[in-house]
């Protein structure tokens, strides 16, 4: 099994940096909290979590931190009011280790359900008492002065290279008005020796959970995605990875959400990566999966990569409603090429308040141009819009750092779309499209803020960006953008 799961240039080194950690409080909330998903401090604006876990701590190369831009009345998150968070922050447990790994997973949502949502940090490689590699997962408070503080919990298996929190959701699976976790992780031996555990809410500041249940996972390497599928009020799991005994072959599973827990259900369309929403407002989440050509595979079938979508029924994924599209489907921007890793990651949003969701899709190897300046692997982003029928082609974009009111230029290996996250940061009613490049600046990275609109998707006019400097973080690589959850 590969240590590191983010993708890494030979020729990148993390040794012997600093990274500056820091906190700017936000304003003190001074109505009730929000309740939403995602606003850490209860001010009715979502946050946007940023996952850097190569940074360097403390002088611990690939320690890993996490930033939080918080949300603002301009409708962007504001990289002035930050939280940077570590194991070396007051209150967070442990402390930072080479090679932690603390923010390969991240995700949003109100464990405790005092109205402040929380965030949730995997740190697959962090030793557990005699375990190398063991993983943990640990929960920062959310609270009107922003997130601080942080509990532990409990990995149910520390193994030595058990990686808990490989993959990371949360969501009510039960239906029980409690939010829970879903954790991958890697078990005892076996012919698939990967698990899932659901870690049943409630969660408390003292490190109290409900009940643990742990599942076989049919996959390697199993990454998380939660949504409602079937319009009932139970979240389901779509858990995305590698064919047992495969190194090329991705797959996805779907498991449904019940009051005694998940039931597996169908395998869908091939895929590492998944986003749920509902894209022709029929109340039940279509499931689109990405399936991105990997670094050294050979050219064969969809070259370049392919998204599909699985729509939503009321008993689950629909068995015959299904569509796959690549580069060369008829109205989809641009051309399929090997390399171009289209759907490398998705996101689904309702980004122009019309009731139907919008399917974003990333090709961070995407080539522009053309020879004799042709730029290599600048990247890319499509945006398929939504309708009653279901996904569509027409009027959809292909955004780049060269596309109008996009910050910044395209240039060679930025990895332009390498994350993406739909979320609605400007508490308009509409989500909001927020990118990363994986390589910017130099492999700094950098993130996106591109607000939804009526019509025309984004916003050309309020669209901002911003790296690690504009955190007043290092600029050396830190994998910064590898997650993204608000």
Not at 110 to 131: A, I
Not at 378 to 390: D, E, K, M, N
Not at 441 to 460: E, R
Request: proline share 6%; no cysteine; aromatic share 4%.
């Amino acid at each position: 099994m590969r240590l590191r799961t983010i993708p890494l240039a030979a020729s990148l080194t993390t040794t012997g940096l600093v990274t500056a950690l820091l906190t700017v409080l936000p304003g003190t909330a001074t109505a009730a909290p929000s309740g939403l998903s995602g606003d850490f401090n209860g001010d009715g604006h979502r946050d946007l979590a940023i996952s850097a876990p190569a940074a360097t701590v403390g002088g611990k190369s690939w320690a890993g931190h996490v930033a939080v831009a918080y949300g603002s009345d301009s409708g962007s998150p504001d990289p002035a009011r930050r939280t940077v968070i570590s194991q070396n922050s007051p209150g967070v447990p442990g402390e930072a280790e080479t090679d932690d790994e603390f923010g390969h997973r991240i995700a949003a949502a109100d464990l405790n359900r005092d109205g402040y949502s929380d965030l949730v940090v995997t740190s697959s490689r962090e030793k557990v008492g005699s375990h190398p590699d063991a993983g943990t997962v640990v929960i920062v408070w959310g609270s009107a002065g922003g997130l601080s503080g942080g509990t532990t919990v409990d990995n149910p298996q520390p193994l030595h290279g058990s990686y808990f929190g490989l993959g990371l959701a949360t969501g009510d699976f039960t239906g029980d008005g409690k939010p829970d976790l879903a954790v991958s992780a890697q078990g005892d031996t076996g012919t698939n020796p990967f698990k899932i555990r659901l870690i049943r809410g409630p969660f408390t500041k003292s490190g109290s959970t409900g009940t643990i249940t742990s599942y076989a996972a049919p996959l390697e390497g199993p990454t998380l995605t939660a949504g409602r599928v079937n319009g009932d009020a139970k979240a389901d799991l779509v858990v995305t990875g590698r064919k047992t005994n495969s190194d090329h072959l991705g797959a996805a599973v779907y498991y449904k959400g019940t009051s005694a827990g998940l039931t597996k259900g169908a395998s869908l369309r091939a895929g590492t990566t998944a986003a749920i929403g509902d894209l022709d407002g029929d109340g039940y989440g279509d499931i689109a999966v990405g399936n991105p050509d990997e670094p050294g595979d050979e050219p064969s079938g969809s070259k370049g990569g392919e998204v599909s979508v699985i729509y939503g029924t009321s008993s689950g994924p629909s068995s015959t409603r299904r569509t796959t599209l690549t580069q060369s489907s008829a109205g989809v921007p641009g051309a399929s090429e090997y390399g171009d890793n289209f759907g490398a990651s998705v996101a689904v949003g309702d980004l122009d308040g019309d009731g139907h969701a919008e399917l974003t899709a990333g090709a961070p190897g995407e080539s522009l141009g053309a020879e004799p300046d042709l730029i290599l692997g600048a990247g890319a982003v499509t945006v398929l819009r939504g309708s009653a029928s279901g996904l569509t082609t027409t009027g959809a974009l292909n955004l780049t750092q060269d596309s109008p009111g996009v910050p910044g230029s395209a240039e060679s290996i930025d990895g332009f779309g390498a994350t993406l996250l739909s979320s609605d940061i400007g508490a308009d009613g509409r989500q909001d499209l927020t990118a990363t490049a994986s390589q910017e600046n130099d492999d700094a990275g950098a993130v996106w803020h591109l607000p939804g609109t009526a019509g025309s998707l984004y916003s050309t006019t309020t669209s901002t960006s911003f790296g690690p400097s504009g955190l007043g973080l290092s600029t050396a690589y830190s994998a910064f953008g590898s997650d993204l959850a608000g």
